[in-house]
């Protein structure tokens, strides 16, 4: 815009600062602030860890014959025994094909990250990362490469535990995961698609992450990519207080979600693997579950806690103790349960062989047991599952729902026993409240709140006498398993 008079063109200007002069300011001030904030300076952190990180690659030996495949060997066969001679075209025996290494050959089958613990060599990294590896290789920063020994590898919480044949090696110091905040700094280092000594940094998003039965993950937004894998994760002290491990992607490649090994959990990995070269954990032969809200107020626990028991494996240490489907544990050992993944990692840090004290919440009371500790077994065993049996439905469509919308029926004691429970009605019909919490016609009805289920005529009098305005607690057991799931009483839905 342009003005005719000097004057007033100064005059608009001086109407302008006085207008924007505390804007000015203030803005400056922000600057000033932000300037003189000290963010977090990792230069003489990287420097100093970052000759204790290592790259891991690792390789296996082709075995096939040039590399051919079935349908290759097939025909090869067919040439030789119809008309004695070799297949057209195909390569002399132990030659490789073409794009193919010769048999024997090392090739590569993956690239890792680890980090020295020990300056006698001892390397940590990840479980997955030398899996099934035949040859694992430690390359240095100062590009020394060794040949590494595995000396044992947990695949239940993805640690591994690795030997070279060196001395006076830089190694890191182990912090404790415990102390870890959300929010503080951390950084990684490691070889993201092979480029060795990366470094990304960001901060603690949250911590005790269950993305396993024995892992309460560290949650992080630093960058951590393929390659990464098995490298650690360093507090601003130059601590390790995690080993890299996974990241939430849905493209393959970061997404400002990855996940760490708490370093406490690895070392008490490492420590077992160096003794013995295999972890001994604890078992207790129960399948549990979360404890939700409506179930704790329905069963009269107060609050959301412990460990639901889904299904008590028979002749297993939880059987022998006396522990019933439907209970809820609320302590190990002394040590209280407020979530159902607290229990797998507890009983998994005990002693095979130790008895120790339990607490079980059962119809409306605690009740404490002793527990004798197995040894969790290397691979889950598989478990028989019963069918429920048919019943003619012409008889279920006669009666009519319950206010749950159940129609049940007596078991026979020869189902009883082939279903290994004491007492319960089996489902005909589920309609209204039943239907919609999930109950399904062949479900066994073992529980009604505090008071075992009997027969039908006790189960359908049980439920007249509950009340329309409180929620129920219902014990269902399907196939091995048992769960609660709640109720309200009210009008079936029409059939």
């Known amino acids: 815009m342009m003005f005719r008079s000097p004057a007033l063109a100064r005059a608009m200007v001086m109407a302008a600062m006085l207008i924007l002069g505390p804007a000015v300011a203030e803005v400056g001030h922000a600057q000033a602030a932000a300037s003189n904030y000290n963010l977090p300076d990792f230069t003489d952190l990287v420097e100093k860890a970052g000759p204790a990180v290592v790259n891991i690659r690792t390789t296996e030996r082709m075995r096939s014959r040039g590399g051919q495949s079935s349908e290759d060997d097939e025909m090869a066969e067919f040439f030789r025994r119809f008309f004695g001679v070799p297949m057209p075209g195909a390569p002399t025996p132990g030659a490789p094909r073409r794009g193919q290494p010769p048999q024997g050959e090392e090739q590569s089958r993956g690239v890792g990250s680890g980090f020295i613990i020990s300056q006698d ?54 912090g404790d995961s415990d102390k870890v905040r959300a929010g503080e700094w951390v950084l990684a280092i490691g070889s993201p698609f092979g480029l060795d000594n990366s470094v990304t940094a960001g901060i603690v998003s949250a911590k005790g992450r269950d993305t396993g039965d024995y892992l309460p993950f560290i949650q992080t937004d630093v960058a951590v990519n393929p390659g990464n894998s098995g490298g650690p994760l ?26 760490a090994i708490p370093i406490d959990e690895a070392v008490r990995v490492t420590e077992q693997l160096k003794t013995s070269g295999r972890v001994t954990r604890g078992r207790i032969a129960v399948a549990i579950g979360d404890v939700t809200k409506e179930v704790a107020d329905s069963l009269g626990l107060g609050r959301a806690r412990g460990a639901l028991v889904g299904s008590v494996e028979p002749g297993g240490p939880a059987e022998k103790a006396g522990i019933e489907p439907g209970d809820i544990i609320l302590k190990f050992n002394g040590r209280e349960i407020e979530k159902a993944s607290d229990l797998p990692r507890m009983v998994g840090d005990t002693k095979p062989g130790t008895k120790v004290p339990m607490q079980l919440w059962r119809k409306g009371a605690t009740r404490d047991v002793s527990i004798t500790v197995a040894e969790l077994e290397p691979e889950a065993r598989a478990k028989a599952r019963s069918t429920p049996s048919s019943k003619d439905e012409s008889s279920a469509q006669a009666a009519k729902p319950n206010a749950l919308g159940l129609i ?33 016609p062949g479900d066994i009805i073992l529980r009604l709140g505090d008071t075992d289920v009997t027969g039908a005529r006790q189960f359908n009098d049980l439920v007249k006498g509950l009340d329309k305005n409180r929620i129920a607690a219902v014990f269902v057991r399907r196939g091995d398993a048992t769960q609660v799931l709640t109720l309200r009483p009210g009008a079936t839905a029409a059939r």
């Open 121 to 174: 060599g001892y390397v940590m990294t990840n479980a997955h990362v030398v899996a099934d590896a035949e040859t694992i290789y430690v390359t240095l920063p100062d590009k020394r490469e060794f040949k590494a020994k595995l000396i044992g590898a947990d695949k239940r919480t993805d640690v591994a535990l690795l030997k070279i044949d060196a001395t006076g090696l830089p190694r890191l110091v182990l």
């Open 234 to 259: 360093i507090n601003l002290r130059g601590e390790v207080i995690g080993i890299n491990s996974q990241i939430y992607s849905r493209s393959g490649g970061y997404m400002g979600i990855s996940f």
């Open 408 to 440: 049940v029926n007596d078991i026979p004691d020869a189902r009883l026993k082939e279903l290994k429970v004491k007492s319960g009605v089996e489902v005909e019909v589920a309609d209204g409240p039943a239907m919609r919490a999930g109950i399904r």
